[in-house]
């Protein structure tokens, strides 16, 4: 498979064309925005946490097809879990989109993040992938309002 | 007979564009970035350094004053390739960004007073915005915006209207580098100068791609970087009119911008020295030299009819793709092609295009009003320079398919 398909795999196309949980949430107890200046993919991302579990995620926003895919992935993936597991799978999954995963590494607890392992061939896109799990780690840490990616 | 022969055998002249990229060979469609080196300007540069390498303007000694000779007979080369009236005239700066940055600070500074106004257009680079805002902040002075139709043109009835007794400064952007408009500049600079308002043209995008004559356009200022005009980074050239560079202030201050110090009292430098404080950029400013030496053995009226058919071929070629549009559809274009496509961010076409070896930019290409004027948030854009040719278009024609095929 050549790197491109490699990078816009099928389930990415498909979380590109149609985002998972695309939607403001009325309800939300936390949210938060997320923009990267050089290219003008911005998000918001909202969260309904309940003590320390994520009950609902949900997202709004534009960007290229990687930013939007991953947070789409991200939000189907963290849905139940606790900010604990949310914190530990994105320190997962961006050593995944930077290439310093290790194959041992890549389990099945990944499930559908493990699309993004084409991003590691283009540093230029690492940015996009991890746009959307830097806003929530923002989020969950009480940060300030904007999350800027530079 | 191909008219345009004698400018197809340039391209061997730029030796960055033999290589591959991804395995294939590379298109460098990103002109507008940044031109390549032609290997005369390389050649150029690296002589300096070999043979010449001193600093300027204070040695005695040999090196020194070859040095010297050849950085000022830059000043003018340049002279005589923009048509200004003296070499004094002529200022080294780092870009056009500094060139800019230098009028604001210090004609804008005496010139713009509380409730004037500064006149910009609707399509400017940040460089040619930015530096205004934080004048007419500091000044309490208002900036003024000259609106653009949905071609990409500054509607001039507009800009008539925006002409007032307030109006201080009028700077605006000869060649957009995110539409390719290339606006009437020489009939905005008269109407300017019915109402006594001076004209800075940022000339970024121009000088490239057609002859400058700044006589003729009658501007009062008028600025240039190297770098996009196959020279190298880091040095440009801010034109001004005898009279009001007098008149200014230094910009910085420091060495080479004196004629004597004292702790009680300094007294400046004449033109153009007063402008250039500290040791420039000589290497730079020679390989501009080489740059010029080259623009004008190529002769630009060619380039610009070359660049033109170049254009007008990729501009059919990818309107038979429906999902397209073409971002600046201005009457008069420079060979810049920005575009979008309907469900496919700028970026995902980018990284297609590397993978086929095409070198575009996607982004807001530091111009972000004009895509907030535009409603979108970015474009992708190819640019032409004279050394590509129509086979590389077609092979970007190829890859604009699979990234619809990939992405569509």
Redesign the interface.
């Known amino acids: 498979m050549s790197a491109i398909r490699e990078l816009y795999q099928q389930v990415i196309l498909d979380h590109n064309r149609s985002p998972r949980n695309f939607r403001k949430m009325a309800d939300a107890t936390k949210s938060m925005e997320g923009y990267n200046p050089l290219c003008g993919d911005h998000y918001t991302v909202y969260l309904k946490l309940n003590g320390d579990t994520i009950d609902d995620i949900s997202f709004t926003g534009s960007g290229c097809a990687i930013s939007k895919a991953s947070a789409s992935v991200m939000s189907a993936t963290l849905k139940g879990k606790t900010k604990a597991e949310a914190v530990r799978l994105f320190e997962q999954f961006h050593r995944l989109v930077t290439g310093s995963l290790a194959a041992e590494e890549q389990t099945d607890s990944l499930g559908k993040l493990a699309a993004f392992s084409g991003v590691s061939e283009f540093p230029a896109r690492v940015k996009c992938a991890s746009l959307a799990w830097h806003t929530v780690r923002a989020a969950l840490e009480g940060e300030a309002k904007t999350v800027t990616l530079e | 007979m191909d008219r345009f022969q004698s400018i197809r055998g340039c391209r061997h002249h730029f030796p960055l564009l033999r290589q591959r990229v991804n395995g294939k060979p590379l298109v460098y469609f990103d002109n507008a970035a940044t031109s390549q080196k032609p290997q005369v300007v390389i050649d150029a540069m690296m002589r300096y350094y070999e043979e010449e390498n001193s600093n300027i303007h204070r040695g005695v000694h040999y090196l020194s004053t070859r040095a010297t000779e050849a950085y000022e007979a830059v000043r003018g080369k340049v002279q005589h390739f923009i048509n200004a009236g003296h070499q004094r005239e002529i200022i080294f700066v780092r870009g056009s960004t500094e060139g800019i940055n230098l009028v604001a600070h210090s004609y804008g500074r005496t010139a713009v007073k509380e409730g004037d106004e500064v006149l910009i257009s609707a399509m400017e680079h940040h460089s040619n915005i930015v530096p205004w805002q934080i004048l007419c902040q500091e000044k309490n002075a208002t900036l003024r915006v000259i609106p653009m139709n949905d071609r990409g043109e500054i509607i001039l009835e507009e800009y008539a209207k925006l002409l007032t007794p307030r109006t201080k400064i009028v700077s605006i952007v000869h060649v957009s580098n995110a539409l390719g408009t290339i606006n009437p500049v020489k009939e905005m600079v008269a109407m300017a100068h019915e109402r006594g308002i001076p004209v800075l043209l940022d000339g970024a995008q121009a000088v490239p791609h057609m002859r400058v004559d700044v006589r003729d356009l009658g501007c009062d200022f008028y600025v240039f970087s190297a770098h996009k005009a196959f020279g190298p980074t880091g040095v440009g050239i801010l034109y001004g009119t005898t009279k009001l560079l007098d008149a200014m202030p230094p910009y910085q201050s420091g060495g080479d911008m004196i004629k004597s110090v004292t702790f009680e009292k300094t007294i400046y430098n004449d033109l153009p020295h007063k402008f250039e404080a500290g040791t420039p950029n000589i290497g730079g400013g020679i390989g501009l030299g080489a740059a010029i030496d080259y623009m004008n053995e190529i002769n630009l009226s060619a380039v610009g009819s070359f660049e033109h058919e170049l254009l007008a071929y990729a501009t059919a070629g990818v309107m038979e793709i429906p999902s397209l549009r073409i971002i600046g559809t201005a009457r008069e274009k420079a060979s810049v092609l920005s575009f979008v496509i309907d469900g496919?961010?700028?970026?995902?076409i980018g990284?297609?295009l590397d993978?086929e070896g095409i070198a575009i930019r996607?982004?807001?290409h530091c111009a972000q009003p004009v895509?907030q004027r535009f409603g979108i948030?970015?474009t992708a854009r190819a640019s032409f320079a004279f050394y590509n040719t129509k086979e590389e278009i077609d092979v970007f024609f190829g890859a604009l398919h699979k990234v619809i095929e990939?992405?569509g």
């Open positions: 496919i961010h700028p970026h995902d990284t297609i993978d996607t982004g807001h895509m948030p970015a990939v992405l």
